[in-house]
């Protein structure tokens, strides 16, 4: 598999390292791993960095991740990059509202490896 | 049993217990791959240490917290983290996670009210010299959970 640059979109600072981890165990090779800790932040970050991959929390502070997705396409390198949405906000209108701003995955918290394998690999090009 | 007893239907606090239970052991079975049951009714509850306070507002409007011993609170964020977690400030932030997922799963769980119900990013109190009024004060549930033989109490108000 191609090493992939990620970023990774959370508040919390153990939960961006665990979503790392996930994808270690999923057997994404990571070339790079970026982290931002709100929208408005992760928005910096793709000026500065090119990635393949980007999984971002809902509720957050400053930007939340449903603005952010609506805002990402302003960034001409991050307009085709796939983002799974991984939050505890559960409700069909969450999932509906990420996925009509342009997210291509979405999955729960609390969340397994398997989950983020089963919605991640397949956004790479992958068997999950 | 009376005609009046079959009818009595069960209070809130009644139906939101073994919901906040299932949604809290979900999160720690999956999180950290362990299992967490009940303590005994006259098992002490923790003291001191952190709460994690995650805000309910909309269809739901309350609080749940997290409480446990500092000790506790290591355990539970190494068994997130593995042996890499050793700041307090990582201690705290895994302990509100938790919360949140807590919250997040609870909600998750009741028909029709996680559409119109929103969270608040967590906050987490070190100590045990305070105490917290909630404006939602109304119906409250507690249950204390041991985790590794120590206890974890999980608490939700919601307003009336």
């Given at each position: 598999m191609d090493k992939i640059r990620a970023l990774i979109v959370d508040d919390s600072s153990v939960m961006r390292k665990i979503v790392e981890r996930s994808l270690r165990q999923a057997g994404i090779d990571l070339d790079k791993v970026v982290e931002a800790s709100n929208g408005a932040e992760a928005l910096v970050a793709l000026q500065n960095n090119v990635v393949d991959l980007i999984l971002c929390d809902i509720?957050?502070?400053?930007?939340d991740g449903l603005e952010f997705v609506r805002q990402v396409h302003t960034v001409d390198s991050a307009k085709d990059v796939p983002i799974v949405m991984i939050t505890t906000e559960g409700s069909e209108s969450h999932v509906v509202q990420a996925l009509t701003a342009g997210a291509r995955g979405y999955i729960r918290k609390p969340f397994t490896p398997d989950q983020v394998k089963e919605h991640v690999l397949p956004l790479l090009g992958k068997k999950s | 049993m009376t005609a009046g007893a079959a009818c009595a239907k069960p209070s809130p606090e009644q139906n939101w217990l073994p919901i906040l239970e299932r949604a809290t052991q979900e999160v720690f079975e999956i999180m950290l791959g362990c299992q967490v049951k009940p303590a005994e009714p006259a098992a002490p509850k923790p003291k001191g240490g952190f709460t994690a306070i995650v805000g309910l507002a909309g269809a739901l409007c309350g609080v749940v917290t997290l409480c446990c011993a500092p000790q506790t609170a290591g355990q539970i964020a190494k068994g997130m983290?593995?042996?890499?977690?050793?700041s307090e400030r990582e201690v705290v932030d895994a302990l509100g996670e938790m919360c949140n997922m807590i919250a997040g799963n609870f909600k998750n769980k009741l028909a029709g009210t996680d559409e119109r119900c929103v969270l608040s990013v967590p906050s987490v109190v070190s100590g045990g010299e305070y105490s917290l009024h909630s404006m939602a004060d109304g119906h409250s549930v507690e249950l204390v959970l041991l985790f590794e033989n120590a206890p974890v109490a999980v608490c939700l108000q919601l307003k009336r």
């Open positions: 509720n957050m502070p400053v930007m | 983290l593995g042996d890499t977690a050793d």
